[in-house]
């Protein structure tokens, strides 16, 4: 077999000289080696692994996405290294430094301003070639850099193997081969980081080119306002026309220097010099070189991802596929999390309140009444969906961490575009599906400020998991055989109504300012079942926090008004719900709500405190129709409420068990598995609502006003105006919504 030879051009580019600055070289690699606490930079391409490579070195839980978009702004984590304290600086990924997204101008803000040791530039092995256009700019910042060299499995299952020896002979530069998902290779890189790193050979461009960085490099040696590293990097940025840079030098009073780029400009359109793309092709041909050098052979075959995306993004089945998916994944959040939910929200919940009970038998009539008719059963029936939305977390974070939610951005892409958006603005959405306001901030990811707040002003559609309890309890109550049907049905209403408001305001007040967007999709990767783990207890964990602060406050608020006599002649805390002052202020509003179907106060005064969290609707149906039951359980005693909850835990893991069948559709492993007991609320909401009725409820809960945090992020990104615009519209389209499904779903149901 013959041996694999480098071209004569790779050669060339290969062996070039160095660029001739030694001394700042020196002084700034003695500057790393003498910090007490070096500050590093995690640079690279979007989903090469950055902030997993983060978490692996400093034992932190940033979230991490396979897909591009999911830091949006620079985080900070820290770790010790042989008793030596390291900042970590996790930044957005980038395609480039001369900036065309957020993502890019948050990236070269930071290595302009924050004047790190080190930076860590982690490349794709399998994606070498275009991963190293980035690393060649980032070496005209004459900083110390390390290069991770992430990936390397699956470069060598796309049958390419890299040569990590020749790659740092032709950066000049430590190339470390890191897996960071796994802690390959962590170890070495952070003290290659510390003791290694060098500035590198950049580029080096023609005569004229570096006849006019030198000039300008001059100019800049006489400007303490400006960063020493970056002089080089500035220059080309100024050659190339970069108009941020231009912009930021104008801000800041550099306008001899804006003065001598033009000169040099002059300069170099009189000899037939275009600077711009002069500097472009010679770090592409640098890096089709180093690539080509790195990497002599390959052996392409045809990968697990190939095989999948077969189907994955097929024209025609790729979206029957990708809703398919999502049904499955309700179908096995109500089949798994259900019997637990019975369990919290049933022999728990009566434990605990039997347990106040005799705890407070001591206590004031209106302390017991708070606590056990009032927090208990409010505070406990969101708590009793925390199964379910673990489950859930579990199945989304699999979806996401996997790959496949890059593949639904990709299917989405040509309905988006037809409504005047592209397929990036599919990640923020359904980033939505989890909590709408992390969703409103990643729409920072968008280039365009009209797509940014397009998006934020339709997020709200989206359902957020603090929904889902009603969803839950409603389905339980009037639907209980197509509850995971009822769920997909709302998940899927809130996008088509979010798409066709994007449709409607993208033709009128937020015109389209072109340009398009390139979508990456990123190899299918198994997720560490720790990693999904963590993603999933973190988002549960800040639902329950939720409960623990917001909810609690506004049902205490709740019970405070509903003990308010609102008539002659009535007492505190001994008043009855429809006589108290939040009964009467329901009653006076709930007119309004009468053509859909729920005109009745205790649906009305539930939606009231929504706004504050879309959660505490649920909590507040269940504080005002269980109230009175809760308010006089019988006293437990600490061992018998431990039997009931240990009796009521292994009930529930076995049907659990035993439903785990029914997500595929097929019968059940138990005989009783599929029969299901209602709830007191559950049963109490059958009571209280008509199917037709329950469905409008839900559109209504669905598309309304969003939450408080929601309406604070829209307004911290794009204004008050904004803000309280999609307030105002959003309440709208969920009453006439509500008020359609009513009037059409009771000619069925």
Not at 186 to 204: D, F, N, T
Not at 376 to 400: C, D, H, N, Q, R
Not at 580 to 594: D, E, H, K, Q
């Amino acid at each position: 077999m013959s041996q694999p030879t480098v071209s004569q051009s790779a050669l060339e580019v290969l062996t070039q000289p160095a660029i001739h600055d030694a001394a700042a070289c020196l002084q700034t690699v003695s500057r790393l080696r003498a910090a007490r606490a070096p500050r590093a930079v995690i640079v690279g391409n979007p989903n090469v692994g950055k902030t997993t490579l983060v978490n692996g070195l400093a034992g932190t839980n940033l979230k991490v996405g396979n897909w591009s978009g999911v830091t949006v702004e620079k985080r900070e984590a820290s770790l010790t290294y042989q008793g030596r304290r390291v900042q970590l600086l996790d930044l957005p990924g980038a395609y480039s430094l001369s900036p065309h997204t957020p993502e890019e101008l948050i990236t070269r803000t930071a290595l302009l301003d924050e004047a790190p040791e080190v930076a860590i530039n982690v490349l794709d092995a399998g994606n070498l070639e275009r991963n190293l256009y980035l690393t060649l700019q980032l070496m005209d910042f004459r900083m110390p850099i390390v290069v991770a060299l992430n990936l390397v499995d699956e470069a060598k299952d796309k049958g390419m193997a890299v040569d990590a020896t020749a790659l740092e002979r032709a950066l000049g530069v430590p190339v470390i081969e890191t897996v960071a998902s796994r802690g390959s290779g962590l170890g070495h890189l952070i003290g290659a980081a510390l003791e290694r790193a060098e500035v590198g050979q950049g580029v080096s461009y023609p005569e004229a080119i570096e006849g006019s960085v030198a000039a300008l490099v001059g100019v800049m040696e006489g400007l303490p306002t400006l960063p020493p590293h970056a002089y080089r990097y500035l220059a080309l940025a100024l050659l190339e026309g970069d108009p941020s840079i231009r912009g930021r030098l104008a801000a800041t009073g550099h306008s001899g220097l804006l003065q001598a780029a033009d000169a040099q400009l002059r300069l170099l359109d009189a000899s037939g010099e275009d600077a711009l793309i002069t500097v472009a092709e010679a770090r592409y041909a640098r890096a089709a070189a180093i690539a080509q050098a790195a990497i002599p052979h390959t052996l392409a075959r045809r990968t697990l991802t190939d095989r999948l995306d077969t189907l994955a993004l097929h024209r025609y089945l790729g979206i029957p596929v990708f809703l398919l998916t999502v049904l499955l994944v309700f179908r096995l959040t109500f089949s798994v999390a259900s019997p637990f939910v019975t369990l919290i929200g049933g022999p728990l919940q009566d434990t605990v309140s039997g347990w106040a009970a005799a705890a407070l038998s001591w206590a004031p009539f209106f302390l017991r009444e708070l606590v056990v008719g009032a927090i208990i059963p409010g505070v406990g029936t969101v708590l009793s969906f925390l199964p379910t939305l673990l489950v859930l977390y579990l199945a989304m974070s699999f979806l996401e961490d996997s790959g496949y939610m890059a593949r639904a951005a990709f299917l989405a892409d040509r309905l988006m575009r037809s409504i005047g958006l592209d397929g990036r603005a599919f990640i923020p959405l359904i980033l939505g599906f989890g909590c709408n306001v992390p969703a409103v901030y990643a729409t920072r990811t968008l280039e365009k400020k009209s797509d940014r707040v397009l998006v934020s002003m339709i997020l709200p559609f989206m359902s957020c998991s603090a929904r889902l309890p009603v969803y839950i309890i409603f389905a339980a109550a009037l639907f209980p055989k197509q509850g995971s049907v009822l769920v997909w049905a709302m998940y899927l209403l809130g996008m088509v109504v979010a798409f066709a408001f994007a449709f409607v305001l993208r033709r009128t007040s937020l015109k389209n300012e072109g340009g398009g967007v390139l979508l990456e999709l990123p190899p299918y990767r198994l997720p560490a079942p720790q990693v999904l783990w963590k993603h999933a207890w973190r988002r549960t964990a800040s639902f329950a926090k939720r409960a623990r602060t917001t909810v609690l406050s506004t049902v205490a608020v709740v019970w405070l008004l509903l003990a308010i006599p609102a008539v002659a002649g009535g007492r505190f805390a001994s008043v009855q719900p429809a006589d108290s002052l939040f009964g009467t202020v329901s009653t006076a509003i709930s007119p309004v709500f009468a053509p859909l179907g729920f005109g009745n106060w205790q649906a009305t005064g539930a939606l009231v405190p929504g706004f504050v969290a879309k959660e505490v609707v649920v909590a507040t149906l269940g504080q005002i129709y269980l109230g009175e039951q809760a308010a006089a359980p019988a006293p437990l005693g600490l061992w018998a409420g431990i039997r009931q909850a240990a009796v009521g835990t292994w009930e529930a893991v076995k049907a659990s068990v035993q439903a785990i069948p029914t997500v595929l559709a097929l019968p059940s492993l138990g005989a009783d598995a599929s029969q299901s007991t209602k709830s007191p609320l559950a049963a109490a909401l059958a009571r209280a609502f008509t199917p037709a009725a329950g469905l409008a409820y839900l559109v209504f809960v669905l598309l309304y006003t969003p939450c408080i945090a929601t309406v604070g992020a829209i307004q911290a990104e794009h204004g008050r105006r904004i803000a309280w615009v999609t307030v105002a519209y959003q309440m709208a389209t969920a009453w006439v919504a509500g008020l359609i499904v009513y009037q059409v779903a009771r000619l069925f149901l």
